[in-house]
Structures are given as C-alpha cells and as structure tokens.
C-alpha cells in the first residue's frame, strides 16, 4: 500500500477523501482554482481517479473518515467522559 514513500493509516486517510472529489465541497473557492496554485503533483482529474489522494484537507472531513474506519473495524472508542464514539 505504499505509494511515495507514505503508507498505513496515513494513506489510507488520503486516499478516501473523495470527498473533494464532489462539486459540492467548494464552497469557497473551485478546484480548479485550487489545483492551479498548488506546487504539488496532485490534480483534479487525479483526485477523482480510483487511485485518487488528497494530502490536503479540512479536520472535519479527516474526523469524518477516521470514524468510519473505526466503525468498519468495529474498534470500540471511549472518550474520556466514558461515552462511545
């Protein structure tokens, strides 16, 4: 699972955020604005591809990825109010 040197949950994270890949997570600027001034290899058309990463992303779309992962592999969370995730 390694690709450039990045592997494990890390990349695993990045590969599923398809998110960006949707029209509808641009709310305030476009991808292809945000593509253009970017210095890295990432673009558009790569992000929406199978094999797709976006290194770059919001904390709230990484929590939403972790949780599910934690939910896939039924991996019991207790935060420290003793509350499951």
Not at 34 to 63: C, D, I, Q, Y
């Amino acid at each position: 699972m390694e690709q450039g040197g990045h592997r494990g949950i890390a990349r695993v994270l990045s590969s599923r955020c398809a998110y960006y890949a949707r029209d509808d997570a641009w709310i305030f600027e476009k991808p292809e604005d945000f593509f253009k001034k970017r210095r890295g290899r990432n673009t558009l058309e790569e992000l929406k591809s199978s094999r797709g990463t976006m290194w770059t992303f919001e904390p709230h779309v990484a929590e939403d990825i972790l949780f599910a992962m934690l939910n896939e592999s039924k991996i019991p969370v207790y935060f420290s109010n003793g509350w499951p995730a």
